[in-house]
């Protein structure tokens, strides 16, 4: 299942693209906020072989690499995770390599992932939290419609210490309750 907007390809990921992925992952200005990180070119390799095996959609989420609208090479990974399908919600997150912030990508990646959950994916509430020091992230999920709802508390246990989140939400306006609720529809 791809998704694309006016500037962006999100595709599958492909084991060729390790390359593409360990120059972000492994740069430590890219990680500073994450709860994982930087990893070495081993770790990447894994990770990413895994992910092309597995394909965009698995275990209730789906995971995408990042292109810019015909090329080829990946800035970013994209994800959207199923929480409950009882209750219809789901997670998204997103990194991005540094050579590539402040052109309004991550906004961009952010609705598209929030249009399709909403919209192909019949998701109700839409969540993401992040570090309160990631001032470009919070700015990101205001734009992206995402509404602050709070402070957790040692939300994560990252680099021998707990750091605190914060949450963002959004609730679909559609008509709740009514469509059934198909993580399958789109593709
Ligand atoms: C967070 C991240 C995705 C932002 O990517 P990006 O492509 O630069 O985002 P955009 O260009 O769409 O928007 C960034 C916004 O943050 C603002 N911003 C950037 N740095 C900022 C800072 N230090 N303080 C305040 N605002 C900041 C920009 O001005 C812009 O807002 P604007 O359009 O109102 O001017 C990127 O920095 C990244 O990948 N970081 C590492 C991984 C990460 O933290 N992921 C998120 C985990 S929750």
Not at 58 to 82: L, P
Request: overall charge neutral; hydrophobic content about 40%.
């Amino acid at each position: 299942m791809r998704l694309s907007s006016e500037r962006l390809m999100l595709r599958e990921f492909r084991a060729a693209d390790a390359r593409d992925v360990h120059a972000y992952a492994s740069d430590p200005e890219v990680v500073r906020y994450t709860d994982w990180g930087p990893s070495n070119l081993a770790q990447t390799q894994e990770r990413v072989v895994a992910k092309a095996a597995r394909g965009v959609e698995g275990d209730d989420a789906y995971s995408w690499a990042v292109t810019i609208r015909g090329e080829d090479r990946v800035i970013g990974s994209a994800e959207v995770r199923i929480a409950s399908r009882d209750h219809r919600r789901a997670e998204f997150g997103y990194v991005f390599a540094r050579e590539v912030w402040g052109r309004g990508l991550a906004t961009e990646t952010a609705l598209l992932l929030r249009d399709t959950a909403f919209g192909s994916f019949g998701v109700h509430r839409l969540y993401a939290t992040c570090h309160p020091d990631n001032a470009a992230s919070v700015r990101v999920l205001e734009k992206a419609g995402l509404q602050l709802e709070g402070r957790l508390r040692d939300h994560l246990w990252v680099r021998d210490a707990w750091r605190d989140s914060l949450l963002f939400a959004a609730v679909s306006s559609g008509p709740s309750g009514i469509r059934a609720f198909d993580v399958s529809a789109g593709q």
